[in-house]
């Protein structure tokens, strides 16, 4: 019996030493080499050694309360507004209060881009997410006209307008529909028009079943093992590469009359004839990883805020009624003979503009973005050292009670004030501000009229959970039938 006994406190003993060691493994890894500076830090949790936060951080987000993740900081720690983490295989900060975000977005001379790498591999080496900021900024001016211009925003509009008009003709016909499902291949019908023009049909098939697979790596742990959701990732970026790698070679032989064909003037010839000062030319990596980055971006966000903002004026009658109003006022007051939208009248939507907005901060798309501290930076009195990461979690930003009463209700009133400074973040802020943040909320204003004007959603499953990995969304992707209105 003393001799078991003895066992036992050893065994005790023993494991209570190695949960010691172990979670201060990180202390040792990352604090330790600070110095006295460990003691200006954050405060936090470094969570298990490798993994950190991440078992946490996805199990809150698999659950209904994804923000318990967040409240276990404030709960032990404070609102200090900044808490020191090991996210994504990194030593991090994540700060959550409006003043800090502004501050880390904004401050190009103290922070850099700091994504994950799995996130770099996923997305290109050469695209937005991971290119320095002077070859960013030549980037995107040659590439912004394109997407955000006046003129180019103007002949969009035409092609939206008819994509949207014949998808909800057809959805009326098909009964039940996931409708999520069918908004995210709408969206990416317009974007893939948009950018590829001639190519689009040629690849539409192809390229959607691959970023649907590639998105759902995007927020996965880095693990290459068949099974997990980085490996098949990575495979569909070798697919979507392929793809676009044919495109582009088809392009550049039609300019050199190898191939018959008109010479085409959409984003990825916009991309292939942009040259420098010094009249270097993109390579064909460059060309792709901007390419996928785009086109990404591009319909995964409006094809969800879409979604949401017609659930949530269908089950806000009030709201309903009022945007209806002001789309049944332009219609009124269009001159005879116009058909369809201009983007004159789209900018004239002030209340459906409201609604977008808080459409956007309810269901806050992007959780968070990243960035690198160039030098060690002082926040609050907290220092973040250099080359540890930096997440804006724009989620506690966008539910904050002090900001926003009653967070997670519906209401586009909300926004008959002008939001301070860092209070309203959903396409970033700064100089990596999200380049085609107007043509969204031009895709999404374009179906919201019309079936404002013409339709109604019957959700089938009101109920539904919803799942907030990679994005928030009903786990039955809004099982719904799209009605015509008489």
Not at 1 to 19: K, S, V
Not at 21 to 32: G, I, M, Q, S, T
Not at 361 to 369: A, E, G, I, N
Not at 409 to 422: I, S
Request: aromatic share 12%; hydrophobic share 40%; with cysteine.
């Amino acid at each position: 019996m003393e001799t078991t006994t003895l066992w036992f406190l050893y065994a005790a003993g023993g494991l209570l030493a190695l949960r010691f060691f172990l979670k201060n493994v990180n202390w040792l890894l990352y604090e330790y080499k600070l110095g006295g500076n460990q003691y200006f830090l954050p405060p936090g949790d470094m969570g298990w050694p490798i993994i950190g936060n991440m078992w946490h951080f996805l199990r809150a987000f698999k659950t209904n309360n994804p923000d318990s993740f967040m409240n276990s900081f404030y709960s032990r720690f404070g609102r200090t507004g900044i808490y020191k983490v090991l996210m994504f295989g990194n030593p991090s900060v994540i700060v959550t209060t409006p003043e800090a975000c502004k501050k880390v977005l904004t401050d190009d001379d103290k922070f850099t881009l700091g994504w994950p790498r799995s996130t770099i591999e996923l997305i290109g080496e050469k695209s937005f997410i991971q290119m320095p900021y002077d070859e960013h900024r030549r980037l995107r001016r040659l590439t912004s006209a394109s997407i955000n211009g006046y003129e180019a925003l103007s002949t969009y509009i035409k092609k939206i307008e008819e994509i949207v008009i014949k998808s909800l003709e057809k959805w009326t016909t098909l009964g039940e529909i996931e409708f999520l499902t069918h908004m995210r291949r709408l969206t990416f019908t317009i974007i893939i028009h948009i950018f590829l023009g001639a190519e689009s049909e040629a690849v539409m098939e192809a390229l959607e079943k691959e970023y649907t697979i590639l998105n759902t790596g995007v927020r996965a742990m880095r693990i290459n093992l068949p099974g997990f959701a980085f490996h098949s990732a990575l495979k569909a970026r070798k697919n979507l590469v392929a793809v676009f790698q044919s495109v582009v070679d088809k392009r550049r032989a039609i300019r050199k009359g190898k191939l018959p064909g008109q010479k085409t003037k959409d984003m990825i010839d916009a991309l292939i004839d942009a040259e420098d000062e010094n009249g270097r030319k993109l390579a064909d990596d460059e060309i792709i990883d901007i390419m996928l980055m785009y086109l990404n971006a591009g319909h995964e966000s409006s094809g969800h805020i879409t979604m949401w903002a017609t659930y949530f004026l269908q089950s806000h009658p009030e709201c309903f009624k009022k945007a209806k109003e002001e789309q049944e006022e332009i219609i009124r007051k269009r001159p005879p003979g116009q058909q369809g939208l201009t983007l004159e009248e789209v900018r004239k939507m002030e209340y459906l503009s409201k609604v977008v907005d808080e459409t956007l901060r309810v269901v806050t798309f992007s959780l968070m973005v990243f960035r690198e501290a160039k030098s060690d930076v002082n926040i609050n009195g907290y220092l973040i050292p250099k080359g540890w990461k930096v997440l804006v979690w724009f989620r506690s930003v966008h539910l904050d009670p002090e900001i926003y009463p009653n967070p997670r209700e519906f209401d586009p009133e909300r926004f008959n004030e002008v939001r301070k400074a860092g209070e309203f973040l959903p396409f970033g802020a700064g100089t990596r501000l999200c380049p085609g943040n107007d043509l969204a909320k031009l895709e999404i204003s374009v179906f919201l009229h019309h079936f404002l004007l013409n339709y109604e959603l019957e959700q089938l499953n009101p109920k539904a959970p919803l799942r907030f990995l990679p994005h928030t969304r009903p786990i039955d992707n809004c099982v719904a039938r799209i009605k015509k209105v008489k």
